[in-house]
């Protein structure tokens, strides 16, 4: 069975940094395109991220780009999203996404992990 296993969510002051990640298995991890969204109490879910199989293309929303890091370790399995500058507009809960390709171009996402929370405090 595919399982997606986010990390690293919790509570962070404005302006603070969080490390998320999203550990993979029963997939061949470096196959797909990763990706990161994010779902806020009463919002639909919104891309934050993704990355496609090799890490060599990335795209983020437009409220996080700047500010926030997609990358990728294929020899563990993992992506990561690495947050900086948060903002209380940030705080949603956050979702590891696998594509159905090795680019989120044309492609869906297909499985899911359960979510981390991420809070950002003023």
């Known amino acids: 069975q595919v399982q997606l296993t986010e990390s690293g969510g919790g509570l962070v002051q404005a302006g603070g940094s969080l490390r998320l990640s999203c550990a993979a298995s029963g997939i061949v991890f470096s196959q797909y395109a990763m990706g990161w969204y994010r779902q806020a109490p009463g919002q639909q879910r919104e891309l934050v991220a993704d990355?496609?199989?090799?890490?060599?293309?990335?795209n983020y929303g437009a409220s996080v780009k700047g500010r926030f890091t997609i990358s990728r370790d294929n020899a563990q399995n993992t992506v990561y999203l690495q947050m900086n500058s948060l903002k209380p507009e940030d705080t949603a809960l956050y979702f590891c996404?696998?594509?159905?390709?090795?680019?989120?171009?044309?492609?869906?996402?297909?499985?899911w992990g359960q979510g981390t929370q991420v809070t950002v405090s003023s």
């Open positions: 996404a696998q594509y159905d390709s090795g680019s989120s171009w044309g492609g869906r996402p297909v499985n």
């Open positions: 990355i496609s199989l090799g890490g060599g293309s990335t």
